[in-house]
């Protein structure tokens, strides 16, 4: 059957996005899976498997990959500073070009979201201010309280902006279509832009145009290594995991929406989880869509039917999947088929072997584990 007779013609079908022609806009979201080697964070031949596994959705954002070794915050994620790195990154995106597929790397700094015994020399990790998340944080010697961490001082913060521009060099290098600027989630651009988490007096807190302007130099430094078309922004204006929270979301939003409308960016990338007041919306999509005329792509809890939607009413663009794409590799054959998903198993999401990694079946009820055997899709 194809794309076109299925009950998402929207959703299936191709668009451009920044200068890349996609399949579909179906995006895979990016998520963390902590599968990387232990000495050299590294991702693997599984990695390899898995993202090629995926090939047919429009785009795919790699998992969160640091972008420099005092970057890290969690155990066993990978990274894209060395030449190591961007070598099994190498190994990634040929297979999932072979494919047919798009891929782009989510460029990562967990600012406070790290512990002393996740940094190279042991120091104590480094935000906007000096604020903790709540909470504890896994490392690899189990479960710490997030600690306080050092509020940066200006020349680091210029130092961390070249170890971005360095990084996406490295991902055009490795073979990648672009890179995501994680702006997202309380990691460490997030906790620049929003004020709960940044209480600095200097050029980069305060107003919108202060606590902005780290993204704003992020950007320009990344477009000018990889040409803009080449650079996506996330962000979650409303999220409020890593304890994280701003006074006034709304109109962060719109602020973002209009700075980064200039550059002629591949896209902009809202988590946007659904409000029911009375009717449903998505209202960080939507005021994201009022300024920005690139490509959106908007996140949270869609299904093949309210991502139709979505894109039908023009709010968004493309839509990304977490779980549903992660449990089913065959995720866009499935909607053009109207075929049942597989469930996610929670219980493999982060770290752990093959199982619930490569071994989710495709439509025939067998995992495709072998690269040489899974065809490029039509
Ligand atoms: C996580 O590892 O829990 C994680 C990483 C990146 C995100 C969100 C969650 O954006």
Request: hydrophobic share 40%; no cysteine; charged share 20%.
């Amino acid at each position: 059957m194809s794309a076109q007779s299925s009950e998402f013609p929207a959703l299936l079908s191709s668009t451009m996005l920044g200068h890349l022609a996609v399949r579909n806009r179906v995006v895979m979201a990016p998520m963390t899976r902590n599968r990387a080697t232990k000495a050299t964070l590294e991702p693997t031949d599984s990695t390899a498997t898995y993202y090629a596994q995926r090939a047919s959705a429009g785009l795919i954002i790699t998992e969160a990959t640091h972008v420099s070794a005092n970057a890290v915050g969690y155990p066993f994620t990978p990274g894209i500073h060395t030449d190591g790195q961007v070598a099994a990154w190498r190994r990634v995106t040929d297979a999932v070009h072979a494919r047919g597929g798009r891929i782009f790397v989510q460029l990562w700094h967990t600012g406070r979201v790290s512990h002393p015994l996740m940094q190279p020399d042991g120091s104590v990790p480094v935000a906007p201010s000096a604020i903790a998340a709540e909470g504890e944080l896994m490392t690899y010697e189990g479960p710490r309280p997030l600690p306080t961490p050092r509020a940066l001082e200006v020349a680091e913060i210029e130092s961390i902006v070249h170890a971005f521009a360095s990084a996406a060099g490295r991902a055009i290098e490795a073979g990648f279509d672009g890179v995501e600027l994680h702006a997202a989630n309380g990691y460490l651009v997030d906790q620049f832009l929003r004020d709960g988490a940044n209480h600095r007096t200097d050029a980069y807190g305060g107003s919108l145009e202060n606590r902005t302007r780290f993204l704003r130099e992020l950007v320009e430094a990344t477009a000018g290594v990889t040409g803009a078309h080449r650079v996506g922004v996330r962000i979650s204006p409303t999220s409020t995991f890593n304890s994280m929270s701003d006074s006034e979301p709304g109109r962060l939003t719109t602020y973002v929406a209009q700075l980064l409308e200039p550059y002629g960016l591949a896209y902009l990338h809202v988590v946007d989880p659904e409000q029911t007041d009375g009717r449903t919306r998505r209202p960080v999509t939507a005021l994201a869509r009022r300024d920005f005329s690139g490509t959106v792509i908007t996140n949270a809890g869609f299904t093949g039917d309210t991502a139709e939607q979505v894109i039908a009413s023009g709010v968004a663009d493309m839509v990304s999947f977490g779980a549903p794409l992660l449990a089913t590799p065959d995720f866009v054959e499935r909607l053009a088929e109207g075929a049942p998903l597989n469930t996610p198993d929670r219980g493999t999401f982060y770290g752990g072997d093959d199982r619930g990694y490569i071994d989710y079946p495709f439509r025939d009820g067998r995992p495709r584990l072998d690269l040489d055997a899974l065809t490029a899709p039509a």
